[in-house]
């Protein structure tokens, strides 16, 4: 499968500033989260990925195209939302949409049911004539959500989509998110500093710290992974029970109050630890994964000072 | 698919050849733009000298005919069409077009610029020059229909109707119709455009158009006088476009400087290809996705 985004060295400077340093890693899942502080050069990828600004050293490959050479066919390919309020105020919705529709190459009759169809899937069917300029700022990311994807791009970039949302405006995005990321009909990169959101809809996520990629990983693996560590809750005596897990090749650490904290052995599962624990007459009160939540990733990735961390 | 069905598809059907994609920009301008009565009203209004002035052609050249049906009108002589003729029309419909220039322009590139919308323009198969050319579009086909067109029109009708060897004797006009006119459509399009690319105001930006053609006359003569040159006429735009239209239509007897003074012919037409140079520079130093601050 051809990867979504590859980054081979990609460098960027604007004025007289590093802002991409030398960025390097492949990025294929449906939904690729972009995550970093602000000022970590989040939206300047996105920017340089779209041809907007040209690297100093290095290069980037999008779905395939190299962005110094193919710069036109990864647009068509490409339906961008911008971060800040980018809009024709004095158009409706509706021609808004069509316009971009043929700019990106749909004949007129084909844009404009498109931007029909785009607009009530957004949920703006209703007030898909008013003019743009006279849209609350949750409509008018919903308006820039429906112009990124009326052309049916295979990669939608999303730069910060939940910005100055209330929560049910939020909630409403983000369900929009997911049910593009479950068509199977499109690949979505998703750029925010909320955690909460990427965690929700992205599979694969990177962490860019002052214009260095400090993480990257996919996180439906790093679940996986997760799910060997586990804690446990006893109650009663144990009987032998942290030996006899460790017998069977687990890694154990008995803590006080009966708490276990334990790493299962290869081939190992939850099964076996439950009948040890029944064959001792041994309660078990508790028993949770212990997984990295993104907050946690984020954090051991800002405290990062070194070389760039890809998984 | 059906509106009601709230789900997401992609598309893969037919797509529009990349060449005409800047036609769009022009389509949906005009149809914002004619939605102004009075802007429609003006543009209508700027038809009626090219329609006058055919009817003119029509009946000088029928002039011993209508003389037949007027009793005592005697033996009437139409007046000779030559480039005099054409000059004058080109001049009255470039003011005309100036005007009109000045309504439209600056409302073109400073909406999309206050807006933030040019990401959205250039995240598409859709280059900046496909841009500039789209916005030009806007102004330079609009202006096309009321200078060069009905003035090779009109050509065409005094070819039809005129005295015989008419053609064979005034055929260079045609060309100096059409380069005189589209040399103009250029010069105030991609001025009003520049301006408007700069000043995103669009009342300043349209009062600033009709100083910059009053100032650089001023500024020219300034430099002529206090540095005892004539190169300063190479700032004079106004100058120069009269210029060359009146040496395009060998119009002599309207120039109003000597041999020798002021820069020559060839120097006019430099000085014209730099301040329609200027103007794309200053479009392509403002025409960016996103402004890269220093």
Redesign the interface.
């Known amino acids: 499968m051809t990867p979504v985004i590859q980054l081979e060295n990609l460098s960027v400077r604007?004025?007289?500033r590093d802002i991409l340093r030398g960025l390097t890693g492949t990025l294929s899942g449906r939904t690729i989260g972009l995550l970093g502080p602000n000022g970590a050069g989040k939206s300047t990828m996105i920017?340089t990925l779209?041809?907007?600004?040209p690297p100093v050293a290095g290069t980037a490959k999008i779905l395939g195209y190299d962005i110094r050479t193919h710069a036109?066919?990864i647009?068509?390919l490409?339906?961008?939302m911008?971060e800040?309020?980018?809009?024709?105020?004095?158009?409706s919705a509706v021609?808004f949409v069509r316009?971009?529709a043929?700019?990106?190459?749909?004949?007129r009759e084909?844009a404009l049911e498109?931007a029909?169809?785009a607009l009530?899937?957004v949920g703006l069917?209703e007030a898909r004539y008013r003019q743009v300029g006279t849209y609350s700022l949750g409509m008018k990311q919903l308006a820039k959500l429906a112009?990124a994807?009326v052309?049916?791009p295979?990669l939608v970039v999303l730069d910060e989509p939940t910005n100055g949302l209330d929560p049910p405006a939020r909630q409403r995005m983000l369900k929009l998110i997911k049910?593009?990321r479950d068509?199977n009909?499109?690949h979505i990169v998703l750029c925010s500093h909320l955690l909460k959101d990427v965690e929700d809809t992205c599979e694969e996520v990177m962490i860019l710290k002052q214009g260095q990629m400090v993480y990257s990983a996919n996180l439906e693996d790093e679940r996986k992974l997760n799910r060997r560590f586990l804690e446990l809750e006893t109650y009663g005596v144990q009987n032998g029970f942290v030996e006899a897990a460790e017998a069977l090749g687990c890694e154990c650490a008995a803590l006080a109050g009966g708490r276990v904290k334990m790493v299962l052995g290869t081939g190992v599962e939850i099964r076996d630890i439950y009948k040890l624990a029944a064959e001792r007459d041994l309660q078990l009160r508790r028993l949770s994964y212990r997984r990295d939540t993104l907050e946690d990733i984020f954090l051991k990735a800002m405290e990062f000072k070194g070389a760039p961390q890809a998984k | 698919m059906a509106v009601y069905k709230r789900t997401y598809k992609g598309y893969e059907g037919a797509q529009t050849p990349e060449w005409s994609r800047f036609l769009i920009l022009p389509r949906y301008a005009w149809e914002s733009l004619f939605k102004q009565r009075f802007l429609l009203i003006f543009y209508v209004i700027c038809f009626f000298y090219p329609i006058g002035a055919g009817i003119f052609l029509y009946i000088n050249a029928n002039l011993g005919m209508l003389a037949s049906l007027i009793e005592g009108a005697g033996n009437l002589k139409g007046l000779e069409i030559d480039g005099k003729f054409f000059y004058i029309f080109s001049s009255v419909q470039g003011s005309l077009a100036f005007i009109l220039t000045a309504f439209i322009g600056p409302g073109l590139i400073s909406p999309d610029l206050s807006n933030s919308a040019l990401p959205l323009y250039f995240c598409r198969p859709f280059s900046r020059t496909e841009y500039v050319a789209g916005k030009l579009g806007v102004v330079a086909f609009l202006l096309s229909f009321i200078t060069w067109i009905p003035g090779l029109l009109l050509f065409l009708l005094q070819w039809s109707v005129g005295p015989e060897g008419w053609f064979a004797k005034y055929s260079w006009i045609a060309p100096a119709i059409f380069l005189s006119n589209v040399m103009w459509i250029l010069l105030i399009s991609l001025l009003a455009l520049a301006l408007s690319a700069w000043v995103r105001w669009k009342v300043v930006a349209g009062a600033l158009l009709l100083l910059v053609f009053f100032l650089s006359t001023g500024l020219a003569a300034a430099i002529n006088a206090v540095m005892r040159t004539d190169k300063g006429s190479w700032l004079d735009i106004t100058s120069n476009s009269g210029r060359i239209s009146l040496e395009l239509f060998r119009v002599r007897e309207f120039m109003d400087y000597s041999e020798g003074q002021g820069i020559s012919i060839e120097e006019a037409w430099v000085a014209q290809f730099c301040a329609l140079g200027f103007c794309l520079w200053l479009l392509w130093k403002k025409i960016r996705a996103y402004e890269v601050i220093k």
Do not use: C, W
Not at chain 1, 84 to 91: L, P, V, Y
Not at chain 1, 102 to 107: A, D, M, Q, T, Y
């Open positions: 604007l004025g007289n920017n779209l041809g907007f600004y036109k066919d647009r068509r490409v339906g961008y911008p800040n309020d980018t809009f024709i105020g004095s158009m021609s316009m971009m043929e700019l990106s190459g749909l004949p084909a498109r029909h169809e009530f899937y069917g112009q994807i052309h049916g295979k049910e593009m068509s009909h499109m």
